[in-house]
């Protein structure tokens, strides 16, 4: 699905800080977002708390630079009994050349747990309170 056809999750500016030994934006840092914006997506789905579980895939396909604007797109793909399976897809908006380029594309699994901090069933999905969709696709 195009960015345009979803609100963004998370959007962050990487910093000095955040670069490998060759100055580029190390890729725990990158991955530290998907899973924050994974998370998000699927928290809200689970209408509580969730923890990542399963990182199922995750390509870093161009470079981040400090300066990018990099913004994480995640949708709820599946929804199991408990478990909640997540797409993200980043970009970056690059400083110098006004460009959007998809540097990383990953899918996370996360599980519904209750204040106990064992797993709990998902609930039902909502309506969006903006298009009165449901969000995700459920198990047969």
């Known amino acids: 699905m195009p960015t345009q056809d979803r609100p963004v999750t998370v959007r962050v ?19 530290s977002q998907v ?8 928290a809200r ?13 995750l390509e870093f396909k161009k470079p981040v630079f400090v300066g990018d604007v990099v913004s994480c797109y ?4 599946r929804v199991g009994k408990t478990s909640i399976t997540v797409t993200i897809d980043v970009y970056a908006e690059r400083r110098a050349v006004p460009e959007n380029v998809k540097v990383t594309e990953a899918t ?14 998902v609930p039902p999905p909502q309506p969006s309170p903006t298009s009165g969709q449901e969000g995700g696709l459920s198990d047969p």
Do not use: H, L
């Open 108 to 121: 996370f699994t996360y599980v519904a747990i209750g204040d106990d901090g064992r797993p709990r069933e």
């Open 13 to 31: 500016v990487p910093m000095p800080a955040d670069t490998n030994s060759m100055g580029d934006i190390f890729g725990g840092w990158i991955m």
């Open 74 to 77: 995640a949708e709820v793909i």
């Open 45 to 57: 789905r689970a209408q509580g708390r969730v923890v990542t579980v399963a990182v199922n895939a």
């Open 35 to 42: 899973d924050i914006a994974g998370g998000i997506a699927a």
